[in-house]
């Protein structure tokens, strides 16, 4: 089934059209996945080339659960080869593998291992991730302190998940003096960015007038957005 790697583009298409056209995870080989779709590559290379693909279904001697396991596999064997490197992508992604217990036993500790190494680098996701672990006391012992300075950095750092627990913090007063002025600038960080949560929490405090004016009109826009 041939060797099998994984890309994942980060960009968002300006139209329904690119949508579909976005290759979100390929393979060298056999088998290509594109936007969710296994399809067979016109020819196999040695190197990886992208271009415009001829969709076909997925051939009858290849099952969608080996194409997956084969996947997995493949993926992770270049994960950890890349983590070796000290790239620290894939050390986000050998944290998520052990978090997730993708492929291997579940081991919150091995993954907040890889997430503090990746964090330790500045990575916003995995200042966010570790947070979250040493909030549930996952892997770690449980240390809000600790989770609530990981959550700031990587909400300093753009992560939009971090920027919501951040604003649930400010409006719930957990370790720190309610204030929704607060909560309501690192939601608005976050809606901005797309953050489905975020919405639901800015329209919640229009709701209430918590941190801005009461605004009925304006809480139903954000419940719409989200």
């Not at 978090?99 to 990746?118: H, I, L, M, P, S």
């Amino acid at each position: 089934q041939g060797n099998v790697y994984k890309l994942s583009l980060n960009f968002l298409p300006e139209s329904p059209d690119d949508e579909q056209k976005i290759i979100s995870e390929f393979t060298k080989g056999k088998i290509m996945v594109v936007s969710g779709r296994y399809c067979l590559q016109p020819k196999a290379e040695d190197t990886i080339m992208l271009f415009d693909i001829q969709y076909k279904t997925l051939p009858s001697e290849y099952s969608l659960e080996e194409v997956e396991e084969v996947f997995r596999f493949n993926n992770s064997e270049r994960i950890r080869k890349d983590v070796k490197d000290g790239d620290v992508y894939a050390q986000v992604d050998l944290g998520n593998i052990y978090a997730e217990g993708d492929g291997v036993e579940q081991d919150f500790a091995e993954a907040a291992k890889w997430y503090r190494k990746a964090a330790d680098q500045g990575d916003a996701e995995a200042q966010f991730k570790l947070g979250s672990l040493y909030a549930g006391a996952r892997g770690v012992e449980e240390n809000a302190t600790e989770a609530i300075n990981l959550y700031r950095k990587a909400a300093e750092g753009g992560n939009s998940d971090a920027q919501v627990a951040i604003g649930n913090i400010y409006e719930r007063g957990d370790g720190f003096t309610k204030d929704y002025n607060a909560a309501v600038k690192w939601y608005r960080r976050a809606a901005e960015q797309g953050n489905s949560v975020a919405d639901e929490r800015l329209g919640n405090l229009y709701l209430i007038g918590g941190g801005v004016p009461k605004d009925i009109k304006e809480a139903y826009f954000w419940f719409v957005v989200a």
